[in-house]
């Protein structure tokens, strides 16, 4: 069974790391498989805006943007080769430091052709989200200029994989494994919502 920390989040009140909530499975005798955070290897990541886009002097396939990272610091050199990279569009931002996913490359601030390099916008396949390495991720415009990318788009929730064997029926639902941990003292179990009133309808003589 596989659920989202955010689901168990909605029975559980408590404020456990996913590391321990994982080895509190383990010892009540819920075996956790595994733990998937794909955002973790996003976290440096960030909603970036194309300012400007111009055809790089020294290379006919690349272009010279000027990025705004969204924290208030200045425009930032960005050389990128990617088609569809223009002047007010938005996309997701790696800093110099971090780490590429896809190409497991460290990013360093670099000349490329004469033109100064200090971030990269990236593809999916280079955040490791899929095989679509046309382009840059192309953003909706509501998209929060400077936020993490992985908490705007959802994938800073880990999902936790646990075995179920057939005598614990009780933990194949998300309020079953919120239950067992806050009886092993890992939070208190939230009270559920009052359950919706059924009006009868009765047809008219």
């Not at 064997?165 to 179990?189: E, H, Q």
Request: glycine share 12%; net charge negative; hydrophobic share 45%.
């Amino acid at each position: 069974m596989k659920l989202p920390l955010s689901w168990l989040r909605e029975h559980l009140e408590t404020e456990a790391t996913v590391e321990r909530i994982a080895a509190a499975l383990n010892s009540i005798g819920l075996e956790v498989e595994g733990v998937e955070n794909r955002g973790a290897a996003l976290a440096g990541f960030r909603i970036a805006r194309v300012v400007e886009a111009t055809q790089h002097p020294n290379a006919d396939r690349l272009r010279a943007l000027k990025v705004d990272p969204g924290d208030g610091s200045p425009l930032l050199s960005v050389v990128c080769g990617a088609p569809n990279a223009r002047a007010g569009m938005k996309g997701v931002l790696a800093l110099p430091g971090a780490q590429i996913p896809g190409t497991g490359i460290t990013l360093k601030v670099g000349e490329i052709r004469g033109v100064r390099s200090e971030g990269m916008l990236l593809s999916a396949r280079e955040m490791g989200l899929g095989d679509d390495h046309s382009g840059i991720v192309d953003l909706p415009e509501e998209a929060p200029l400077g936020a993490p990318y992985a908490r705007w788009a959802g994938l800073d929730d880990p999902l936790i994989e646990i075995s179920v064997t057939p005598n614990r029926g009780d933990a194949l639902s998300v309020r079953g494994v919120a239950r067992d941990l806050a009886a092993a003292g890992l939070g208190a179990l939230k009270p559920l919502g009052p359950a919706p009133r059924v009006v009868p309808v009765y047809p008219s003589p």
